[in-house]
């Protein structure tokens, strides 16, 4: 099964997210998947408002993730 988040709106944002582009969904929609071997099809998603960057890294080899604030990044 697989399950679907709430949809947020922040103004003046923008998302980059870079995965394998296998796993782009049928509506265009970047995915990162996780397999039951704990595996996953890796990816970084970032958020970028004003100032602000923090962005989401998922290793492939180990489904390991990552996170990362940082701020004067324009």
């Known amino acids: 099964s ?7 709106t922040v ?14 969904s049928e509506e ?5 998947v996780y397999f039951p071997d704990g ?3 890796g ?3 970032t958020l ?3 100032d602000f960057r923090y962005s989401v890294g998922v290793d492939w080899l180990t489904g390991g993730v990552e996170t990362h604030l940082e701020t004067g990044a324009r």
């Open 2 to 8: 697989s399950a679907v988040g709430d949809v947020v």
């Open 11 to 24: 103004a003046d944002a923008s998302i980059k997210a870079v995965t394998a582009q296998e796993m782009d």
């Open 28 to 32: 265009d929609l970047p995915q990162i």
């Open 39 to 41: 595996t996953a099809s």
């Open 43 to 45: 990816g970084r998603i």
């Open 48 to 50: 970028t408002q004003g």
